[in-house]
């Protein structure tokens, strides 16, 4: 985004209303991680230890997870980057 035409406390302001969503999409990611995860992995609550299959079911699950939010917004990215080649070259 471009603060450019904003005096400086705009600036500021936007800088801040931009890093706290940020952080809130970093929750929410990481509370859908964790729930997902949980859900599909942890099934046995005799111990309050993982066994070997949920630990195991975890990692892939959260390595998973992170791939393809990685994949996610690198396609996002991409898609953004095309919409605005489109429009500056009209």
């Not at 800088?15 to 964790?34: A, H, P």
């Not at 959260?62 to 095309?82: C, I, M, W």
């Amino acid at each position: 985004m471009d603060f450019s035409a904003m005096n400086s406390a705009e600036q500021a302001h936007m800088t801040r209303v931009i890093e706290r969503k940020q952080m809130q999409d970093f929750m929410r990611m990481y509370s859908n991680l964790v729930e997902r995860c949980f859900n599909s992995c942890c099934n046995d609550f005799t111990s309050k230890a993982l066994s070997s299959k949920e630990e195991q079911c975890v990692l892939n699950c959260t390595d998973k997870f992170l791939k393809h939010s990685e994949r996610v917004g690198a396609r996002f990215a991409e898609h953004n980057a095309e919409m605005m080649n489109g429009s500056g070259s009209k």
